[in-house]
């Protein structure tokens, strides 16, 4: 069994090779853990024990060494971390500490991608607008590190010590000096799973040619009402012009392509196209259909059309056949688009 103890001083756990960059300890590897890699094979480390050396990292050094420790242990590998409470007012005024790395019960949900965690309960890290325990995703980045969360301990003050766990919870978030020490046993979780995936650029040329062949399609709809209101007689067509203005603007309304990226405009608001496909053009397209449907059910269209044409209006509409047709012819309207997305 490999066992590692970084930062062991000269103190370092029996049976492990030490490592630490300071000058006057007594270990078996010197190196900068700020930027050296740690000195083992990929995959070959059991268990690695790191007490209070973290801290002293720059902020960089830290998710390097987060990075190695990973690397090297073994699937299932596991990692002991103490580090001084990020609210203890020692470690505030310690100017060997980098205190922008901040050790408290939220620290490594940035390095797990699960919803919950069985370490502590959900009252100890969720909050209104964050309830998930995993965070890894949260800088819209992805880092190839995965860990569980197996253990925490808090080493509370002696004033504090005797309090029930709900009386310390809201000690630990109203109080400083309430917690001196923290402790972590991490599990490493491998493979790495992939929360973010590289952009899918055919699902975004999808979805713009969805976009497109359904404005076509709804240009038919507007064409058809069209049609069948100013082949009224004048007599009774005002009484449907108002309903045909309402399809116009809904249709006039529909979000455009924004140059030429895969973006769409509306309002002059910029949006994905999968906003467009979810919220507006069925907003749009449930509005419209409504309102042909009552041009459908109330004009009579054989009264006053010859009776071929009326055949081929209520066929169109009832069908779809000619908007189908209309829907194909669309495709030249996006190649460009799929030319820039592909590039």
Same mark, same amino acid.
């Given at each position: 069994? /490999?066992?590692?103890? !970084? ?11 030490? !490592? ?52 090297? /242990? ?6 002991? !971390? ?188 910029? !949006? ?72």
């Amino acid at each position: 069994m /490999l066992i590692v103890d !970084i930062g062991a001083g000269r103190r370092k756990l029996p049976g492990s090779i030490s !490592i630490d960059f300071s000058p006057f300890a007594d270990v078996d590897y010197a190196i900068d853990l700020n930027t050296d890699p740690l000195p083992f094979d990929d995959n070959s480390v059991d268990y690695i024990h790191s007490s209070h050396c973290l801290e002293h990292l720059t902020l960089k050094g830290f998710m390097h060494v987060m990075h190695e420790i990973y690397r090297v /242990l073994k699937p299932n590998g596991q990692c002991y !971390i103490g580090a001084p409470y990020f609210s203890n007012p020692i470690n505030w005024a310690n100017p060997f500490h980098d205190n922008r790395i901040c050790f408290n019960e939220h620290t490594f949900r940035f390095f797990s991608s699960v919803p919950t965690t069985k370490a502590m309960p959900l009252e100890d890290y969720s909050t209104t607008y964050c309830q998930a325990w995993g965070l890894r995703y949260s800088a819209n980045s992805e880092i190839e590190i995965e860990f569980e969360l197996l253990h925490i301990n808090y080493a509370y003050s002696p004033r504090y010590a005797s309090l029930t766990s709900e009386e310390r919870r809201k000690a630990r978030r109203a109080l400083s000096d309430v917690v001196e020490n923290i402790s972590f046993v991490l599990r490493a979780v491998k493979p790495c799973p992939k929360i973010l995936l590289q952009p899918d650029l055919d699902q975004v040329v999808q979805e713009i040619v969805f976009i497109e062949t359904k404005r076509v399609e709804l240009g038919g709809l507007l064409h058809d009402a069209r049609h069948l209101v100013y082949n009224l007689p004048l007599a009774v067509r005002s009484n449907y012009e108002i309903a045909l203005r309402k399809i116009e603007e809904e249709f006039n309304d529909l979000p455009i392509k924004y140059l030429s990226g895969p973006l769409y405009s509306w309002r002059n608001i910029l !949006i994905p196209p999968f906003e467009v496909i979810h919220i507006n053009l069925p907003n749009v397209e449930t509005t419209m259909k409504q309102l042909i449907v009552t041009l459908r059910e109330n004009l009579h269209v054989s009264s006053y059309l010859p009776a071929q044409l009326s055949k081929t209006i209520k066929y169109t509409l009832s069908k779809g056949s000619l908007l189908h047709s209309i829907a194909a012819s669309c495709w030249h309207k996006v190649r460009g688009l799929l030319f820039f997305l592909r590039q």
